[in-house]
């Protein structure tokens, strides 16, 4: 029991008055019972305890319940919680600051939302408005919100109403280097790291030379010559993990330039140094967006969103009104600026490089079910993971930064181990 409530009572509960959506959510056969969350663990209600290599779909950045995030939201909390709009507080200030200070030049001008969502529809908007232009281009697989004007730069199925959403919305091939009709895994100018060759030419990468090819073809067929951006994760999230080709951003950013169009990253998944390497993806690419829009670990569990830009898109913008209620409230800037002071020293967590020696032995798809038995054994013996991709097709692996060494090795030994009995029970 928690709280008085036992699980069948929830599970009633939800099936009578919750949206449906969330019990397909919950994604195992057996649900977790959520109770308490420290860092990379959580417990559920019997205090069965699980590490969480998922960090409740890669929200938790540094840590469930991080005792600095915890205090600081804790002080503000019995100070003031309030809206963005009218008064002039601390918080907004200290936490634009403090943003600016990580992003490079000139992106420096913070807009702050409740959501990922949120964050990309003012993204659209101030891309439209800057540049008079109205198509925008995605990638296919790409998640980038579910309101009726992100749904448009969706590009899943599985999120996609029949209402008119779309409106400008044309996507192209994602340049998948490991499930694409070029490249493979193994591509030597991937950033996959690997060491097999893939047969591509001497010092140049023919999937990206195919993948960029297929851009211009959707330029010159989908859209009328001049475009408003060009949206991107700088790696798949709900896509399934999908890295791109070396030097695929840089010139998709040219030709996006070169038709009048600003180059938007969506980091809401891939930003504050969760590609380990970088503290924002788009680095890892070699390229300066004009629009850098964030949400889910910006403020580690806390609802936020952000949009940054530089001064040149927000003059554009300025012509116009906007303000959001609660983007940037003070309790959502606090937790937001103690998420960065811990930040930090995390990055230089060595665990964050481990790379599993599993052995690759197809790249078809396994069916669902055999995906969710393996999910539900790896769940079974103590670890959370994710899943996604076009096909379901991807373990989703995106721990808090807080993770050491001997978690890694503790989950390389469970999935290997559920791998093996799945194998053996084929
Ligand atoms: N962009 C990306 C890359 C995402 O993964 C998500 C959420 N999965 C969003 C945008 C939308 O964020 P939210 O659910 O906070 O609206």
Redesign the pocket.
Known sequence: EYKGMSKERMLQIRRQYCNPMIMKGTSYKNPVFVNQGYMQWLWDVDGKRYLDLFAG?ATVSVGHCHPKVTAAAQEQLKRLWHTTIIYVYPAIHEYCEKLAAHMPDPLKMVYLTN???EA?DLAMLMARFHTGNHDIITLRGS????SPQTMGLTSYASYKFPVASNSGCSNTMCPDVFRGLWGGSHCRDSPVQTTRDCGCGQGHCMAKEQYIGQLKETLATSVPGRIAAFFA?PIQ??GGAVQYPKTYLKEAYELVRERGGVCIA?E??TGFGRTGSHFWGFQGHDVLPDIVTM??GIGNGFPM?AVVTTPEVAASFAKCLHFNTFGGNPMACTVASAVLDVRIPSLNNTAMNFKPNILQVSRDPLPTEDMLEIFEEVKDMGVLIGKGGLYGQTFRIKPPMCITKEDADFFLAVFNKCIHSYMERR
């Open positions: 779909v959501s990922g969502s990309n998640y980038h919100g579910g994760e999230g709900v969506d809401v998944q949400a889910k969103g």
